[in-house]
């Protein structure tokens, strides 16, 4: 059983930062990639950032430049900084881990808002 428990949300003014952590039950080495995503409210369900296990990144359009995803193979851990935040990214961001190309796993996601 993977469990994913994000943290690190909350209440920001705009142009403040966040730093969202997404830690793992077990290795995250077996995740490649590991994903943030994001949901605002009467929206679907968004992609925010992507990272492989060589430490490949990629980011919506929205989010580049502002936001940084890492990872902590040795803690277990994902990481969301973000930066120079507006309203817009006011959401709920959630963790995804794939695994085999097949299994995906979600974390309960942690709420993110941005005042103006």
């Known amino acids: 059983q993977v469990r994913l428990v994000e943290s690190g949300g909350g209440l920001v003014q705009a142009g403040g930062s966040l730093r969202l952590s997404c830690a793992a039950s077990?290795?995250?080495?077996?995740?490649?990639?590991m994903n943030w995503y994001r949901q605002a409210p009467g929206k679907q369900r968004e992609l925010v950032a992507t990272?492989?296990?060589?430490?490949?990144?990629n980011y919506a359009d929205s989010v580049k430049g502002r936001f940084g995803i890492s990872r902590d193979n040795a803690k277990n851990t994902v990481y969301l900084q973000m930066n120079s935040l507006k309203p817009e990214d006011t959401a709920v961001y959630f963790c995804?881990?794939?695994?085999?190309?097949?299994?995906?796993?979600w974390g309960q996601g942690t709420q993110v808002t941005v005042s103006s």
């Open positions: 995804n881990a794939v695994f085999g190309g097949l299994n995906t796993y």
């Open positions: 077990g290795s995250i080495f077996r995740f490649n990639p």
């Open positions: 990272i492989t296990s060589g430490g490949t990144t």
